[in-house]
């Protein structure tokens, strides 16, 4: 490395490490030593590094670290991370990853492995440069994934751990071949279950990233079954990542991205850069436009989840976790109709798959579209062993197992949670707005503010409600009593130096109002 520390102080985050590109090189050969010393401290099981900025624009960058079973890593290394990576010199780098080593009790010569990718930025050969070599010079055994989507990679970290690991069905076979192919076999039997399923077509903007190329890859094996269309999948110009398109664009600014000529009642669907969200849309005949979010995915999951269980006679419990940027209209839906309880998290993905982990098929997903449904250990087993009474129960069950394999149950994942959609409309013969029509969302605006300092901003209750500044929680409680089925909170954003404001209400007039007089609040 040519620098001893990093130009700017880096912290990892919700998303891992982020920041413009030419920061990182040397915060990326950090990455490598400490996931080295991860690999050590887990006795050698495979973690898993991601070069990825996501939605962020083309020179930005960063990078996630992967747990032996496909999570995030363990919350309480983030410190660790955040502390080594800000070391300011070579000596100083060298005595805390000596003092890590002691306080963990790893042996530096005992077995490492880690395996890494990256998305289709121009830094990103760079940055898996500077991560190879720090791995080298720990004598970790390394294995250079490439080009994949984030999601691929947590899929690849828990296949090749739980290959060999007692207690742990093996997820797949461990190669990027082997996910596209667990995909496609679970979608072609869920087809040969369901009666009188009929192929579906959908367009796909890729965000011109790295799941253009993935999606290339799969729709050969889906042929006759799902039929996709890409667009925004121009790879060869980093420049135009994410640029008017991808699933960030598409749900902030509410509308259609670049290049996308829509044709009415046909579905539409947007990943974002690294290709682990993604949202859907169509537009009526009037041209109007209609987003099916995050929210809409959980309520469509859930419900057919919901369905199926009571067809299989087993009893599983299923739950939905959601944010507080959940839309009111979405957690009532869930509550009063589908009638199963909602759990709030704070923002960020970890928290919501915790939250999730604990029922026997829990769905979460974030408004953005980051999401999955994770499906306890102990519900797959009862579903494998339950008496089969009827042909009907039977269809059911076999129903919901393939659906545990089609749905990547390690982190989010654009191009499986889009198959899952697909399916769940091809079962019911829905069209998009068939499937937008099961709640109407309430208006809501999501404003940021600039403030001197958002760290005065702290939160309870899954970040609805504020703690500090104390002043404030009782005029928004005020606030909200004037508007029939308002709602709104404030909190700090986690990726932004800025607080972000979101209102509903039961009119767009009444949520804009709301959302004004916050930020009045806020000067
Ligand atoms: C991160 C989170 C995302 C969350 C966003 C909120 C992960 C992998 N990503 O990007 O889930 O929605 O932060 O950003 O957890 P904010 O704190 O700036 O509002
Ligand atoms: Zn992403």
Redesign the pocket.
């Known amino acids: 490395m040519s620098l001893e520390a990093p130009e700017k102080h880096v912290t990892y985050g ?2 891992g490490f982020r920041d413009k590109a030419k920061y990182l090189p040397i915060v990326l050969y950090r990455v490598g030593l400490l996931a080295a010393l991860r690999s050590r401290f887990l006795g050698g099981k495979t973690v898993g590094v991601m070069i990825t900025a ?1 939605h962020n624009p083309p020179a930005d960058n960063g990078a996630k670290l992967v747990d032996p079973l496909g999570e ?1 890593l363990d919350q309480s290394w983030e410190a660790h991370a955040t502390e080594l990576a800000n070391s300011q010199s070579t000596a100083e780098q060298n005595k805390l990853l000596d003092a890590l080593y002691s306080k963990f009790g790893v042996k530096h010569d005992s077995d490492a492995k880690v395996i890494y990718a990256r998305d289709t930025r121009e830094s990103g050969p760079i940055l898996v440069d500077a991560l190879a070599s720090a791995l080298k010079s720990q004598n970790a055994h390394a294995t250079n994934a490439g080009v994949l989507t984030t999601p691929q990679l947590h899929y690849l970290v828990r296949a090749i751990n739980t290959l060999h690991m007692p207690g742990h069905e093996s997820y797949g076979v461990p190669t990027e071949d082997g996910y596209y192919k667990k995909l496609a076999t679970s979608y072609k039997k869920i087809s040969t279950l369901a009666p009188n399923m009929k192929p579906v077509s959908v367009t796909v903007d890729c965000a011109n990233g790295v799941g253009a190329l993935k999606l290339q890859q799969l729709a050969p094996l889906l042929e006759g079954l799902v039929e996709f269309t890409i667009a925004n999948g121009d790879v060869d110009h980093p420049e135009a990542l994410n640029e008017n398109c991808g699933a960030d664009f598409v749900k902030t600014n509410q509308r259609l991205p670049a290049n996308v000529q829509p044709v009415p009642d046909k579905l539409y669907a947007s990943f974002d850069g690294d290709a ?1 969200r993604v949202v859907c849309y169509y537009t009526s005949n009037n041209g109007e436009f209609h987003l099916l979010d995050g929210d809409k995915i959980a309520t469509l999951a859930a419900s057919l989840f919901c369905e199926q269980v009571s067809n299989s006679g087993t009893k599983v419990d299923i739950g939905v976790v959601q944010t507080a940027y959940a839309n009111g209209a979405s957690t009532k839906y869930i509550e009063y109709e589908l009638k199963i309880p909602v759990v709030f998290t704070p ?4 928290h919501l798959h915790h939250a999730a982990a604990k029922f026997g098929i829990g769905v979460y997903f ?1 408004a ?1 579209g ?1 999401g999955t449904v994770l499906f306890d250990k102990s519900t797959v087993d009862s579903l494998k062993t339950i008496d089969i009474g009827s042909p009907a129960q039977k269809q059911s069950i076999d129903i919901l197992l393939a659906l545990s394999d089609l749905i990547n149950q390690t982190v989010g994942d654009a191009i499986s949670d889009l198959l899952m959609v697909l399916v769940i409309l091809a079962i019911r013969n829905w069209t998009p707005a068939q499937w937008d029509s099961c709640y109407s969302e309430l208006a809501n605006r999501l404003l940021k503010c600039n403030v001197r300092d958002r760290t005065m901003f702290t939160t309870t209750d899954a970040e609805r409600r504020l703690v500090t500044p104390k002043e404030l929680q009782p005029k928004l409680d005020q606030l909200m009593k004037q508007y029939p089925q308002s709602r709104t909170f404030v ?1 700090a ?4 130096d800025v607080v ?1 404001v979101y209102s509903e209400a039961a009119s767009p007039e009444a949520a804009k109002e709301i959302g004004d007089v916050v930020l009045e609040l806020l000067k």
């Not at 923002?347 to 970890?350: D, F, H, R, Y």
């Open positions: 919700t998303a996501s995030m682990d923002t960020g993905v970890k974030e953005n980051h909190r954003s986690g990726t932004e972000r």
